[in-house]
């Protein structure tokens, strides 16, 4: 078989680019070019290194570079490791003798050099072009760019392979690509065999291991999210394993708990990389969702919340299972503060514990917890109001508020007006003996003289 034909090693899937790949490989001097497209961070460059190995290819990234020459250099660059330099050393040594020190001097050795290793290329692997419309040439030397790309075409007979990001440049290409591109291929993420990689990535066993055990989960969400880019998921991937780094074992041994966690984790990590959820709206979800579906005057395409929400149905989003201050922490500032995270899932329903929480925050979570830890909370809580142990006063406004709610709520024999009493009598308990602290300096205006 021709060198070049990569199938003889490739053993992933049977997609598209591979099937065509594997013919264009085959031919010799095939006459046109294949171009590469597909979505940003959909796998491209990852995808045709796969299919095409290093020992078939040669490689040149287009970004940045501003010249034709500095195309054939970039080329040369590539192919010069796979020349036998032993062969050539002797030509060119009576070559540098003949021409004399001061056409080195002046530069002319290096064009003899770059004529001289030009005319060793030999179309033996396919040249692979990466970065089309990141070439400086692009935006105002189009057919310049092209024509160079079709000099190895045509005149040298390699097979090329050119990948681009096409979104961002398909109406200039569309008049253009005809003439140098026989066939184009859309590039679909692979994303079983990029989730394999990006795992081998993770550095620490055990947070491998974890996310290894939670892949199902996380291609559950990432397939929810109907996103394409695998640089996101990557970066999800090393989130997750980041912050199984700062869990504390407790909390990663509670199966439901985790699984909350990560799928809440993973669709919002999702969104704000993919430039869909701000700061700004992920804050007060909830309420923002409700405010969204009252209103009855704007179209869903103007309900950005609703929308990512909706794309998450086994993702519960407007929940507070991490908080706000968390999620900024982490998808906005990249901080994991474990102390901060383990406080937060302390208090949430998986973990509190009635003998170890504050009476009040208990109390207040009333819908979420079982009937067993809410009866002990509301006892101790009217325990330390019957011994008058609270004298901090954002704690005692807590438990004088959920005691009016149960009053309201019929949860208790008292009216709300018989409620109000206990709690001023309270107060006036406080003050006769001595235990009210003072107010805070804000509350003190000064005295005119």
């Excluded at 109907?226 to 199966?255: G, M, P, W």
């Excluded at 809410?374 to 009217?382: A, S």
């Amino acid at each position: 078989m021709q060198k070049g034909n990569m199938m003889e090693t490739y053993s992933g899937p049977n997609t598209a680019l591979a099937d065509y790949l594997k013919y264009y490989t085959s031919l010799k001097s095939p006459g046109y070019a294949v171009l590469v497209t597909g979505p940003w961070g959909v796998g491209k460059t990852f995808q045709v290194k796969q299919l095409i190995p290093d020992s078939d290819r040669y490689f040149v990234s287009l970004y940045g570079i501003d010249t034709v020459d500095g195309i054939h250099d970039a080329v040369l660059a590539s192919c010069l490791p796979s020349f036998n330099a032993s062969e050539y050393v002797t030509t060119l040594g009576e070559v540098g003798k003949a021409m004399g020190d001061k056409y080195a001097l002046a530069g002319f050795a290096n064009n003899v050099w770059n004529v001289f290793l030009r005319q060793q290329l030999k179309p033996d692997r396919t040249i692979v072009f990466d970065d089309l419309e990141r070439s400086s040439l692009w935006k105002n030397k189009t057919s310049v760019l092209l024509g160079a790309i079709n000099h190895y075409v045509e005149h040298r007979g390699f097979r090329v392979v050119v990948i681009c990001h096409e979104e961002r440049i398909a109406c200039k290409l569309a008049q253009l690509k005809e003439k140098t591109f026989g066939h184009t291929v859309m590039v679909k993420p692979q994303v079983e065999a990029a989730f394999s990689a990006f795992l081998a990535e993770i550095q620490d066993k055990t947070a491998r291991k974890f996310v290894t055990n939670k892949r199902s989960l996380i291609e559950e969400i990432w397939t929810q999210s109907e996103q394409f880019s695998l640089r996101i998921l990557k970066h999800v991937i090393n989130d997750i394993a980041r912050l199984h780094s700062i869990l504390k074992d407790k909390h990663l041994e509670n199966k439901d708990a985790i699984e909350h966690v990560l799928k809440f984790f993973c669709a919002l990590n999702i969104e704000v990389r993919a430039g869909n959820l701000s700061q700004e709206l992920f804050f007060n979800r909830m309420q923002r969702q409700i405010a969204e579906n009252m209103d009855r005057t704007s179209s869903d395409d103007n309900k950005p919340l609703s929308k990512i929400i909706s794309r998450y149905p086994s993702a519960d989003l407007t929940g507070s299972i991490l908080s706000d201050e968390i999620l900024k922490s982490t998808l906005i500032e990249g901080r994991f503060d474990s102390e901060m995270i383990a406080a937060w899932l302390d208090q949430t329903p998986y973990f509190i514990q009635a003998s170890g929480t504050p009476p009040w925050l208990i109390v207040m979570k009333f819908d979420e917890l079982d009937d067993a830890i809410l009866n002990e909370g509301i006892g101790r809580m009217q325990k330390q109001f019957d011994e008058r142990a609270v004298t901090e006063v954002g704690e005692f406004l807590h438990i004088a508020a959920l005691r009016l709610m149960m009053a309201e709520q019929g949860v208790v024999a008292r009216s709300i007006e018989e409620e109000k009493s206990l709690c001023f009598a309270y107060i006036d308990d406080l003050l006769a003996t001595g235990r009210m602290p003072p107010k805070p300096s804000e509350y003190l205006t000064e005295i005119p003289y």
